[in-house]
């Protein structure tokens, strides 16, 4: 069905586009820009407090601190877990696949919660340091615990950029490769590597966006002590109740996906023209 | 597999027990017949269903959640189909920056779409808290709807509906019996998505509640920063259990790998 009619193809249109600059474009746009009680000048005061605060800095740097290993820790263990799943005999690679994406289905509140039993002071880890000897564990409320909880947060998501890539790779490459000379560990590093390495660049991006504006999980694995920039933008609305400082807060954190999305799609386009 | 690749299967094992760990751990802890978060259990009992049952904010909440994602999804598939029929379809002047356009509800975080929408909609314009939800999570929606069902359209070959045209169809016939039986598959998959996606939301339902109005995502966060008892493991064990009979249903309709794997 060609739609040559110009007036069907903007009814069409129309509808969703209103939406979008209604309850989107616009809400946002003046929510970064000026909120109900401030103007351009009261954020861009608080953007800038914000980023020469002392206090505050290091909330800056923990977020990219976390999100850095979390995308790190991801890669290193979703695309090998990709890996395996692609090569595996296909009755098993359907199954694991589900088995990886599943997670997806249940809410954040669900798959953290899990993590306050394993890393509280009376928890799995803690019990299990102390009957070796080692004395009690609090893992709890620490940097370490909220990039537990966002790796496993957003695993699927790596292994299943990954995978896309994989999946579409020729098998015979490998074989190729092998009968060349390559050791497996060669193999994997010099030719599935490389060959993927769109789809896990993909994987990287999502993670890392995913990290930086994650709300639920540094929330309840972080809580107050290590603020990441989503609780203390969190706290500042609903606690200190002090909306330009949330305007600055939340502007700081769209700016810093936006980089990071945009940098993302120049290096993936590189990869694609050389390769 | 497992002896031709130790390194591999080391990491891949880890993934797994990081991805699948936690969450085992809470059918644990749910059915504990003591009063802490601990594990193993101590002893087994339902009392904590039956605490979850009757706490009223977790029932309320969930009537809640369960309106917001039918008629977010209803509203996202209305607004989302049309778009992507024409954006695939028709001649579109500036047809990539209107594809982006629909897309960029994903990039901006949702927290951020949540203070705006609490700031703009709720207090600027007195829209209700659950109006406000509704609105939110359709804009959030949007851009699932217009890609699941826009990539089913693109797989299609529009010759397909040409030939119907040259067979003697008419237009309104050719879309019924040729157009939308190639976006069926799509649009079963986007509503499956879609409604997942809302009813899992907490960043964006965080900052849109009012008085008796909440999603049960975000009653549970309330709950579990306030007190440490087993009853939100309770209710997770629940939800679990429905996932996986979505999940099963799913995997009969259009397949679960091909739903959730994009």
């Not at chain 1, 209103?18 to 474009?25: D, K, M, P, R």
């Not at chain 2, 760990?21 to 802890?29: D, K, R, Y």
């Not at chain 2, 039918?70 to 579109?92: D, E, F, N």
């Not at chain 2, 703009?120 to 314009?125: I, K, R």
Request: hydrophobic share 55%; proline share 7%.
């Amino acid at each position: 069905m060609e739609l040559t009619s110009r007036n069907t193809v903007r009814l069409l249109l129309l509808p969703g586009l209103a939406v979008l600059l209604f309850a989107f474009l616009y809400p946002v746009a003046a929510t970064l820009a000026a909120p109900p009680d401030g103007d351009p000048a009261t954020v861009a005061r608080e953007t800038g407090a914000l980023l020469t605060d002392p206090n505050l800095l290091p909330v800056i740097a923990r977020t990219i601190r976390v999100s850095v290993l979390t995308t790190l820790i991801c890669l290193v263990l979703g695309f090998p877990t990709a890996y395996l799943i692609s090569r595996a005999p296909a009755r098993w690679s359907g199954k694991l696949l589900a088995l990886a994406i599943f997670p997806l289905m249940l809410n954040t509140v669900v798959r953290t919660y899990g993590w306050i039993v394993v890393l509280g002071g009376n928890g799995v880890l803690s019990t299990a340091s102390q009957a070796l000897g080692l004395g009690p564990v609090q893992l709890l409320y620490t940097e370490t615990a909220i990039v537990l909880g966002l790796v496993q947060l957003f695993l699927p998501l790596m292994i299943l950029s990954s995978y896309s890539s994989l999946s579409q790779q020729d098998p015979r490459l490998e074989d190729a490769a092998r009968g060349l000379g390559a050791g497996p560990s060669r193999v994997f590093r010099q030719v599935v590597f490389p060959l993927a390495l769109p789809g896990a660049l993909v994987g990287c991006t999502l993670v890392f966006a995913g990290a930086v504006t994650a709300f639920t999980t540094p929330q309840l694995l972080g809580g107050s002590r290590e603020r990441i920039l989503s609780t203390l933008l969190y706290s500042r609305v609903n606690v200190s109740l002090d909306w330009p400082a949330a305007s600055a807060v939340a502007l700081v954190m769209t700016v810093l996906v936006l980089v990071v999305a945009a940098l993302s799609g120049r290096l993936s386009k590189r990869g694609s023209t050389t390769s | 597999m497992i002896l031709r690749r130790p390194l591999l299967s080391l990491l891949s094992a880890i993934a797994f027990v990081i991805m699948l760990g936690p969450v085992v751990i809470l059918l644990g802890v749910a059915f504990t017949a003591g009063s802490t978060l601990t594990f193993p259990p101590e002893g087994l009992s339902l009392r904590w269903f039956a605490a979850a049952l009757e706490y009223r904010p977790f029932i309320d909440s969930l009537g809640t959640s369960l309106v917001v994602a039918v008629l977010s999804t209803a509203a996202a598939l209305a607004l989302g189909i049309p778009a992507t029929l024409a954006l695939q379809r028709g001649a579109v002047p500036g047809k990539a920056f209107i594809e982006n356009l629909f897309m960029t509800p994903i990039i901006v975080p949702e927290l951020v779409l949540g203070l705006a929408l609490f700031q703009q909609l709720m207090v600027g314009f007195n829209i209700t808290a659950l109006g406000t939800l509704v609105i939110g999570h359709t804009v959030l929606l949007l851009p699932y709807t217009v890609r699941v069902v826009g990539a089913s359209l693109a797989l299609a070959d529009p010759r397909l509906e040409e030939a119907a045209r040259g067979l003697g169809a008419g237009p309104v016939r050719t879309f019924f019996s040729v157009t939308v039986p190639v976006m069926r598959p799509g649009i079963i998959s986007a509503t499956i998505l879609a409604f997942i996606t809302s009813l899992n939301n907490v960043p964006l339902s965080l900052l849109l509640t009012g008085p008796g109005v909440a999603t049960l995502p975000v009653e549970m966060l309330n709950y579990v920063q306030s007190s440490f008892d087993p009853v939100v493991a309770a209710v997770s064990v629940v939800l679990l259990a429905l996932s996986v009979a979505v999940a099963l249903l799913t995997e009969r309709l259009v397949g679960f790998n091909k739903v959730f794997g994009r």
